[in-house]
Structure formats: structure tokens, C-alpha cells
């Protein structure tokens, strides 16, 4: 089964950077896609960027131009760079796979927490 580890998170000024990792080990089929999931206090999970093993990109709106999802498939890891930070870009930020092919299989990373001040 896969098993996701994210790594990153932290602290940062409105306008700072932070990249986020998230490192995929166990039986990774091709086909699968990953995506970086948040979550605020008090808010529902919402899609930040997701990335086909293809190398497809997707985002929401209110990150596009400030994030960039990437992935490794040689290493199996995936990115998000996130510069220009907002106060509103802070939240628990979820690493999240799937293989849509039978059998599916879909899983989630434990979070890391990203807070920006003001």
C-alpha cells in the first residue's frame, strides 16, 4: 500500500516562500495522480493543485500564479512551491494519491501545518 510522508510546513511572513514535500513509498502504479488537499479551522478541505503522473497540472483559483506543483516520478515526490504568501494561505496542507484504475486505491499524508502573519 502506498504511504505518503509530507514535509515542509512551517512559519512565514505574508509575501514569504515555502515548499512543501510529499514522499510516496510502496506500490505506486502508473496512472496515478496526487494532489496537495488544505484545510483551515473551522473551513471544509479544499483542492490546492493536483498533478497527473503525466505531469498534468491543475489549480485553484486562488493560488494560480503564486503555487507550483511539480513531482519526481523517479523518486516518487511531489512539490508545491508557494511564494507570495497570503494570511489566508494558512492551513493544514494534505499530500493526497490515487490510482483511479481497478483496484482503486486513494490515500492521505498526516498534514503538515503552514502559517502565515501578517
Known amino acids: 500500500q502506498v504511504q505518503l510522508v509530507e514535509s515542509g510546513g512551517g512559519l512565514v511572513q505574508a509575501g514569504g516562500s515555502l515548499r512543501l514535500s510529499c514522499a510516496a513509498s510502496g506500490g505506486i502504479r502508473s496512472g496515478n495522480v496526487m494532489a496537495w488537499y488544505r484545510q483551515a479551522p473551522g473551513k471544509q478541505r479544499e483542492s490546492v493543485a493536483t498533478?497527473?503522473?503525466?505531469?498534468?497540472?491543475a489549480y485553484a483559483d486562488s493560488v494560480k500564479g503564486r503555487f507550483t506543483i511539480s513531482r519526481n516520478n523517479a523518486n516518487n515526490t511531489m512539490y508545491l512551491q508557494m511564494n507570495s504568501l497570503k494570511p489566508e494561505d494558512t492551513a493544514v496542507y494534505y499530500c493526497?494519491?490515487?490510482?483511479?484504475?481497478?483496484?482503486?486505491?486513494?490515500?492521505w499524508g498526516q498534514g503538515t501545518q503552514v502559517t502565515v502573519s501578517s
Open positions: 498533478i497527473t503522473s503525466d505531469g498534468r497540472t
Open positions: 493526497y494519491f490515487i490510482a483511479p484504475s481497478f483496484p482503486k486505491f486513494e490515500t
